[in-house]
């Protein structure tokens, strides 16, 4: 409890930045240490920093410690065991998470943010109902930003299968927004989870929505986005979600229609089409295999064929016959970075991360790419990530 106490403290400073915070632990190792040491040797830190941390005054703090034990709100801190490991990989993790509920275990489960405009349209309510649904039941986790419109029909989709979901507040943990969503949040909380980086009291501001879209594809696996216009908050979740190597998903919808033009637009440039849940699922079989399921069964590697027996030699212990494919010739048109991926994939099925490692590329350029080269029809994407030639 000591220890929290000087994390919320930390956390709650106006005007010092999660960066300035891991700058700070990086210097002296923990937020105790933090509240009773000396930044004068720190130049890098602004004025008003500085102002900020010579306060010393925990009233507040042990304001905010009162409510959470008073409304039953949970204190993460980056430190715990139980942060979300997916979580603190990220470039800007939140140091302290409020939780509403019980977190599940996300860092074993296929965990999918299901993301899309306000304004959705009946179409777009169907799908992210239907997608919330069938990802939970075939033992994935739901994780959305709560509000209205898409996020909620998510929501409302994976109650149906009666969780867990994970939901993701840009105000404090004890402010349910929008207000008329306050019973599906509370459903939500109650067969999973309601975080928030903001503590109980935290003033609502418009700026703080755009930053919890962090945490939203920082808790996922991949994020699809099932229905946004041009200018949507689902994009900057969806742009999130490629920086953090993180799988990008869409829903296709009527070239002619507005709501649907930023998804169509993704899937163009860069995210894999889906039209179900076990489009997205069937990415995580092999890194899941005892949680993706399809319906009741779990997905599960094919039994191996029966051995088809030559004399007393079986044909499964000869090697396996690659054919010559004449790479570099068929590949002299792509540009350069293209050809790096290509040649990559020039010994058959190749996971994504053996991509990564052999270009050197980052894992948003790599995903990228092979959409682009899949949609051009050079590679062919298979299940769990792998990519192959088919130029």
Known sequence: MAQLRYWVWLTTLEGVSSV????????????????????DDMPELSARERAALSNRDLSRTEAVLEKCRANDIGILTIADALYPERLRQISDPPPVLYVRGSLPFVDE?????LVGTRRA???????????????????????TGMAAG?????????????????????T????????????????????????????????TQSSNFPRRNRIISGLSCGTCVVEAPRRSGALITADLALEQGRDLFAVPGNVDSPNSAGTNALIRDCARAVTCGEDILSEYEGLYPYAVRRGAETFAPPEPEEEKREGTKSAIDK???IPYIDVENRIADFPDDQKAILRALKDGETHIDDVIAATGFSAAKVLSTLTLLVIRGAVRSHPGKRYSLNV
């Open 20 to 39: 300035t915070i891991r700058r700070l632990m990086d210097r002296f190792g923990g937020p105790r240490e933090i509240f009773f040491g000396s930044c």
């Open 109 to 113: 489960l296929p965990a999918v943010a």
């Open 121 to 143: 349209t009946p179409y777009g309510l169907k799908i992210a109902r239907q997608l919330g649904q069938e990802i939970t039941a075939g033992g994935g986790c739901v994780v």
């Open 150 to 170: 898409v996020d909620a029909a998510a929501a409302r989709g994976a109650l149906m299968e009666n969780g867990p979901c994970v939901g993701v507040l840009g």
């Open 172 to 203: 404090a943990i004890d402010v349910d927004y929008p207000a008329e969503n306050a019973p599906l949040i509370a459903d939500v909380a109650s067969v999973g989870a309601i975080v928030s980086e903001f503590p109980p009291g935290y003033p």
């Open 319 to 321: 090697p396996p016959v």
